[in-house]
Nanobody, 123 residues
Framework: QLQLVESGGGLVQPGGSLRLSCAASGFAFDYYAIGWFRQAPGKEREGVSCISSTRGITYYVDSVKGRFTISRDNAKNTVYLQMNSLKPEDTGVYYC????????????????WGQGAQVTVSS
């Protein structure tokens, strides 16, 4: 059974850091791209970052470039999202999602989703 499980969310002050993890099981992880999306209250879900399969090519939305870093450990079937210099506008539920091979921009291009992890940036 294909499964994605996010962890590492929480409450952090502006300027702080969090690392999200997305643990995968039930499929050939190495061949899949993993994307991170977030949804703030009252807003649509948006793509934040993605890492492709074999070549590990990374993508970031402009608002997080230079602050967030995505990486993957294929031996552990896990993708990480290191989030530094967090801002209140980074608040939301963060989801990881999988699709075969290459990254795509939109959520409907991803077939499988985790349950989400809450990230709250507030003083």
């Amino acid at each position: 059974q294909l499964q994605l499980v996010e962890s590492g969310g929480g409450l952090v002050q502006p300027g702080g850091s969090l690392r999200l993890s997305c643990a995968a099981s039930g499929f050939a992880f190495d061949y899949y791209a993993i994307g991170w999306f977030r949804q703030a209250p009252g807003k649509e879900r948006e793509g934040v970052s993605c890492i492709s399969s074999t070549r590990g090519i990374t993508y970031y939305v402009d608002s997080v470039k230079g602050r967030f870093t995505i990486s993957r450990d294929n031996a552990k079937n896990t993708v990480y999202l290191q989030m530094n210099s967090l801002k209140p506008e980074d608040t939301g539920v963060y989801y990881c999602a999988s699709r075969i091979s290459v990254c795509k921009q939109f959520q409907w291009d991803y077939a499988n989703w985790g349950q989400g992890a809450q990230v709250t940036v507030s003083s």
